[in-house]
């Protein structure tokens, strides 16, 4: 009796190593996915474009921060420094009153209006790359 | 002073408040109708609802009081609490809106998936409505006492039955409908007597006020404790206006994040008109009315001044006017307030293991906004009256320490965990809550008295450094679905992922 060319899977010998092979002998057919479904699913290129949608609203709002605080948040250290501010008139009302009591407010809604602008425009744009086909269409 | 106008214009705002809200009241039928007005109330609507609810009786005669007695200073607070409205739309508006939660504890609840978290959230939104309503309760028994010659009770009592009712009829839809006339009530009481009064002052000769340099001039005495008192203030309103629970239960109205933001711009629009004014009246106030200074009464200045400028009926038809604004100012604050608090406190009524299943929400919100109103109205009844801007601030200062790191922290940064939020929310809790105590019972004065009194500068610092080290040393336990919040959070309503109810 000569020994069998490849061992019979069914009765394989104590300690023999057998060799698995799949029936199916091609690659898997490559697999669209959607941003959508990438950041829905947690993936690593889902995270990608959460985290840089989340820094760009971020660096608006610390954007408006820094501009109220280098302007309005900084008047009383501006009136401190330099008392002879109250010496200028618009009319007759000291220059500190109409900047206080009138002048900081159309700033805050230009702020506002600004800051609404830019964080709708990223939002479009994330929109943009996560379902392109959908937002090309007229938006209501 | 004849009291038959004033007693008409306050009845005049109670009926029309009420009958607005039993107007509501067929329109809400369901829990979401009752406590968030369904979410469907388009930003116009809700911008002027904002507004009318945000004007309390701080802004419509606290600032004029204050500018009375203190002078180019004071301005800050109106502009504290417009600023405080832009950091609100740059840092929560949307995102708390898209969070899809009732209330801040929700909030806390679900960002942070502690049940612990959302419990002490639950104190301090009590703890900041309490300190809230007492000056509003005791501003309305004042204006009684100015115009009626009513005991100080009667104002303060009307207003919380008022407010008790309204809520058990229609909870939060009516109340929409009811705060948003009302922001164009208190426009127009401000407005109309204004134009009458710089009319009868441009006739006596346009006088200037009596000249202090202190007065006139922003930091006209600059001490360094005058400097730290400016900038409490300016810290207090600027993070204070985001915690509020009465403001923030007003973004979950808004259809989506977009309408939030946009409704939040018709707010800054709207209030920014409105701080226009009570700078006037406390200049005119200068001129006219010193002598309320020291009686102690220089919030009355606004209803004061058109009897001494006008004689006759047209005085008293302009001093009726400026009670009904101030009542409507009032009953929308209180009303949002009370609302905002009776909502989480109802939440956890039908929660609890006695009621459990027996009673339903709504029941129980009514049953919340009896008990959330009655400590405020023994308080206002028996404490000390703190001029009412001031007294305001002792809320903006908890709101600022508390909520505003955990709003800010929790929506942009992953890192918050459950243990350091709590960690942040009790210490600078703890920290703020010592103003109202130091103001009210002791005498400190010099730099201790500032720094007690006015304690946003340390303890706004206090909640956040609190907050972010808490949860760097408690990493491992970062909520697991964290990412998940995050995409609810940051991303636009009408891209397809999450999808949600």
Known sequence: ?140 | MNPTWGIVAVAAVSITTLVIGAFGLRLSRTTSDFYVASRSVSPGLNGSAISGEYLSAASFLGVAGLILVGGADMLWYPIGWTVGYLLLLVFVAAPLRRSGAYTIPDFAQSRLQSLAARRVSMVVVVGIGWLYLMPQFQGAGLTLQTVLDAPRWVGTVLVAAIVTINISLGGMRSITFVQAFQYWLKLTALLVPLMFLLLAWSRDGEPHPVQSQAWLEPLGVATGEHLYSVYAVILATFLGTMGLPHVVVRFYTNPDGRAARRTTLIVLLLISAFYLLPTFYGVLGRIYASDLIAAGRADTVALELPGRLIAGTGGELLTAMITAGAFAAFLSTSSGVTMAISGVVGQAIAAQRPAKGRISSITALRLASVLCISVPLVLALNADSVPIANSVVFAFTLAASTFSPLLILGIWWRGLTAIGAIAGLIGGGIAAATAPFVTLVSDLDGWAGTLLSQPAIWSVPIGFSLMIFGSLLTRSTRPTNVGRTMVRLHTPERVNVDRRY
């Open chain 1, 1 to 140: 009796m000569s020994k069998p060319q490849s061992p019979d899977p069914a009765e394989p010998g104590p300690g023999q190593r057998v060799r698995v092979t799949s029936s199916q002998a091609t690659a898997p057919a490559h697999v669209r996915r959607t941003v959508g479904e990438e950041i829905d699913e947690a993936t690593g290129v889902g995270e990608v474009y959460m985290r840089s949608l989340i820094r760009s609203q971020f660096r608006a709002a610390v954007s408006v921060t820094v501009t109220v605080l280098l302007t309005i948040a900084s008047l009383p250290l501006v009136f401190a420094a330099l008392p002879g501010l109250n010496d200028v008139r618009v009319g007759p009302i000291p220059l500190p009153w109409v900047v206080l009591g009138a002048g900081v407010y159309p700033a805050v809604i230009a702020l506002g209006w600004l800051y609404i602008r830019y964080a709708e425009r990223a939002e479009r744009s994330f929109a943009a790359l996560v379902e392109p086909r959908r937002s090309k269409r007229p938006r209501r």
